[in-house]
């Protein structure tokens, strides 16, 4: 029964805030739109705040405080997923052909959760890079690369590791080509996807120096079903990792997969506020590979 | 010769349906470039630095954009008018 509870709880502040919020003429509770205001001013002064900067189009997520519910676990647990981009430095800004730019960014990861082998609190500081060539408008036209060295603190396993990662991928604009948008009647987006190849280097810090090189290949989709004129209800989306491990004496566990299913529910046709269930399933690269299975449920707040 | 704010938005609109995909008649200038229906993420933004860069040097190759001011928060259509419009009649 108590299981039945948490997403009816959940589901009736979600709505009720955004009944408050419709007599107010508004679409945001007021911390939300104070939470904005700042993230637009960080954003007008160098500085952004993403849910993570890994080089993928979780980029595109914001950074979020969610409170979660473990149904396998019947557990309940706070998850912390955030990233600043501090400046921001391009290199060759006479180029017609090339853009070139370089980032410092920090992360901090975390849950609540109180298994040790699903608990995640580590905090990363690196730099990122984005490079893409553009000779023409066909999407094989332009290639692009992101790029990232970090530094990182796992609290949990303490271990400290440098991470190089480069993933390459195309930039297209018209329907079926990576990266664009297929349109319904109101020119909303209703589906899109980005697939990437790259390599990844783990090296532990200290006397060891273990080290790990994968080949990664990932696959990410959203599907937006009920989007009309600027409004979407229901975000369905798909990021599959697969890992090909060339060498690996510091995580040991052979090739690698990843899997994390959403599906979010917007009553108010904004993505600001939500209901979000995520499946996640396979070895979690912000937690240095830990084999994880995890079935969650809770508000999204998008900031 | 210094294009007048037409030949400007012309331009920028062409640019911006190229990378968005959507028909030029469709982008309206109180467009923003990373909301509905644009939406338009990182890379598809690069790519529109690139577009303007270029349409930019071909008036007074001296001037450029940076990648920054096309990215920034709530940029929409009508600002890069204005601001290639202001920065090539400068």
Known sequence: MKKLYTPVLLLISTIS????????????????????????????????????????????????????????????????????????????????????????????????????????NNLTGGLNSEFIWSIGDKWYENPYVTGSFDYKKDFVKDLKTTQTKGYFSFSGSKEGE??????????????????????????????????????????????????????????????????????????????????VLSFNFYPGGSDKLGLGLDYSQGEDPTSNFIKTKLLALGIKLKI | MKPTRQEVAAAVIAAVAKVSGLQPEKIKEEYILKEHPLKLDDQQLNRLTLKLRKYIKSVDSAKTIWASTVQKSGQSVEGLIDYIFKLLNS
Not at chain 1, 20 to 47: C, R
């Open chain 1, 17 to 120: 805030v955004y009944a408050q919020e419709a007599k107010i003429d508004t679409l945001q509770p007021k911390f939300v739109k104070q939470i904005n205001k700042a993230t637009t001013w960080l954003s007008d002064n160098g500085f952004q705040i993403r849910r993570t900067f890994d080089g993928s189009k979780n980029e595109s997520k914001p950074s979020g405080i969610s409170w979660n519910s473990d149904y396998e676990n019947k557990k309940f647990f706070n998850v912390i997923d955030a990233g600043i981009k501090l400046s921001q430095l391009e290199l060759f800004p006479n180029s017609v052909k090339v853009v070139l730019l370089f980032y410092p960014k920090v992360e901090w990861h975390r849950n609540t959760i109180t298994d040790e082998d699903k608990r995640k």
């Open chain 1, 178 to 259: 990576p990266g664009a948008a297929v349109r319904n009647t109101t020119d909303d987006i209703v589906f899109r996807y980005y697939p990437y190849t790259g390599i990844e280097h783990y090296r532990s810090i200290g006397k060891t120096g273990q080290k790990a090189s994968m080949w990664a290949n990932r696959l990410y989709f959203e599907l937006y079903p009920l989007s009309r004129y600027g409004y979407k209800y229901i975000q369905l989306s798909a990021d599959f990792t697969y890992r090909k491990v060339f060498s690996d004496d510091l995580y040991n566990q052979g090739n690698l997969d990843w899997l």
